[in-house]
Structure formats: C-alpha cells, structure tokens
C-alpha cells in the first residue's frame, strides 16, 4: 500500500481492501464484490484504513491516499 | 428524600442494564473488540446476524458449540446470516483456544468472537444470569436481521449445548415468514405447509373458505403450500 506510512501495520483484511482501491474510488459493495470479503470486515477495515488515515473517502467510496 | 429517590433511580439504571432487548426492538448498538478487529453492530447492516454468548473458553460445552456453529456457518452464509460470538474473556484467551480448537479438533472457527472483558455488550443484551453466574455470560443466542431488529431470543443454561438445526430452523421460519408474509406451524421444516395469517374480518374469513388454493381445517386455520 503506497502511502508513505510504511511503520503502520495493517491486518491481512486491510491490505486486502487497500489493494483493491489503490488505484480507483470504490464503494463499499463494490470492494465486497472485488475481494470477496464479507461486508462486516469491509465496513470495519475502511473504518479501521480511515483512522489510520490511509485512505480517503469522497461522495461514499474509497481510495488510498497517494504520497505526498 | 433525595437519597431514596437517588436510590430509586440506581435500581431503575441497573434494572434497564440487565434486561433483555425485546422482540422486534432495535437491537441495542455496540462497538467491541473482537478476534478479526473492532467491529460494530451496524457493519452488519443487510445480513442477519445471530449475536450469541458462551460461558468461558476452554470449556467443554462451549468447544462443542463452538464446531457445532463452524458447522453451521457456511449454510448460514448462504442464508445471508453471519455469526458473532461473545464471552467474558480476553481477545488473546478467545485466539488461544480457537488455535486449541484447530489443532485439537480439526475445525477452524472462521466467525468473530467478541472478547467483552467489560461486559458492555453482555450487559446491554441481558446476557448474565446473576443467580447463575455473575462472572460468565449465560448461553443466550439473539437473532438480528438485516435491518438490525432483534428477531428471536434463545437461553439455554451453563449446563446445556444448544441444538444448530433448531437456530437453522429458526432463522429459516423467519425469513419464510418475512419473504411470503406466513407463519409457520411447530416442528415446522423448509418444505413444509404454513400457516395463512388468520381472516381478520367475517366477510374475509367466508372467502378464506372458499379459496381453493388454502386447505382450511376452519376460517382461523388455514393452511398452504409455498
């Protein structure tokens, strides 16, 4: 996950999920249909991304932040 | 005066802490630790949910259930139901004995644990029986539908594992019942005939009888095939 905070450790399910949205905005049903994660994990792995301030959100979808 | 109503007031907050959500309530939110990580109630929004406890890990009882509900767990997916679990104890104890589990007995626990050191959740839900135990969490299973209602509440007590096809039958009878708006009759089974909601007027329950498609033993019992 590309986003200059290579310290933070990320479970197995939050890379999963940061993989699948490093490159594009995906809502939360589509990051489920992506990663085949069910949809409690993903709910609270782009909480658990959001706090560690490794993703961003805009009109409900997410994205990695990019290296500043 | 003051200390007697102060006193009132502590016995009405413990007695609202200690009761039990009721059917058809919203179930009561919650953010808790858990085995895959901070989770909370509405990350289950749009899929069932059957929320239960166990005494302690490492016992034998709550091991038996615990494979029982591994066993259950993918055809509860399937139903759109996931499974949480909770105990009075720590999230390293809960790992310990699910790794215990694997190498012991075969079976990977796939499903979260939530490890209510607090007793937060297990209090919210009602899920002590202090005369029992006031240390562990009684066998108390609650199941939440997708819109987050609290749909049916099952107890056993510490002594007794409880039965997987009756919490599949359950779930099964309430979504038949949810999709095609019937209810379903004792010892009911997918398959079988339920229940037509009764007639609520006399002119409704002359045509109930004439309904070719019903079988109708009398107007406030009818019955059809799905």
Known sequence: ?68 | MADVQHVQTEQQVEQEVQSLPRIGSPAPQFEAVTTHGTIRLEDYKGSWLILFSHPADFTPVCTTEFIGFQKIYPQLKEMNVELLGLSIDSVNSHIAWIRNIKEKFGVDIEFPVIADLTMDVAKKYGMIMPEESSTEASRAVFVIDDKQIVRAIIYYPLSTGRNMDEIIRLVKALQTTDKHGVATPADWQEGDRVIVPPAPTVEGAEERMKDDSLECVDFYFCTKEL
């Open chain 1, 1 to 68: 996950m590309a986003c200059g905070k290579g310290n933070v450790q990320l479970s197995p399910t939050e890379k999963k999920i940061g993989q699948s949205i490093e490159h594009e905005f995906l809502s939360v049903e589509e990051i489920v249909q992506k990663t085949s994660l069910p949809m409690f994990k993903v709910r609270s792995g782009i909480r658990s991304l959001l706090e560690k301030d490794l993703i961003v959100e805009e009109n409900g979808k997410y994205k990695v932040k990019k290296d500043e």
